[in-house]
């Protein structure tokens, strides 16, 4: 009796494994999928980053955003972000794709239009970019112009888009 049990044991855990590992490896290519998607619903703040008071330049903005997404601190990027920024992009989860966000280094802004904002400003951005999984692009430089928007010269610059260019 007991060499059965024993037996039954060793083939019910037998199973167990076979099955994980079977689910391991269909699981597989999925996992950064669900790795992203986990760091957007559960964002782990790597650290708090102050926002810059309301009569920061628009070099200052866009600088505490990108630290702000390296440091996955989603209040602070909602913060400087305008609504409708955060609708396109989403509202948490910035930065989860990588691995370290460094080297920023912001240039000099110039006048720009928004529609919907009277005053506007494209900021030229450079930074370094190592992503936690293989993505689209390659781990290395990124350089991106934000665009960051206010109504009154007593508002606060939001970013409201960035892109090439």
């Not at 079977?22 to 760091?39: D, E, I, K, T």
């Not at 928004?114 to 290395?140: C, I, N």
Request: aromatic share 8%; charged share 20%; glycine share 10%.
């Amino acid at each position: 009796m007991t060499v059965g049990r024993a037996s039954a044991s060793w083939l019910g855990a037998a199973i167990v494994l076979a099955v994980a590992f079977g689910a391991g490896l269909v699981l597989q290519p999925l996992l950064p999928a669900l790795r992203v998607s986990l760091c957007e619903l559960v964002s782990v703040r790597r650290a708090a980053v102050p926002v810059p008071p309301k009569n920061a330049t628009p070099q200052e903005t866009v600088t505490a955003y990108l630290r702000a997404v390296a440091a996955r601190d989603d209040d602070a990027i909602q913060e400087m972000s305008t609504p409708s920024f955060l609708r396109a992009h989403g509202a948490r989860g910035h930065g989860c794709e990588y691995q370290s966000l460094t080297r920023i280094r912001v240039g000099a802004p110039y006048p720009d239009t928004v529609p919907g904002f009277r005053l506007g400003a494209g900021v030229p951005a450079e930074y370094w970019v190592v992503q936690v999984d293989t993505g689209p692009e390659p781990d290395g430089p990124r350089a991106y112009t934000f665009l960051v928007v206010r109504d009154t010269p007593t508002e606060r610059w939001r970013v409201a888009d960035f892109g090439h260019g």
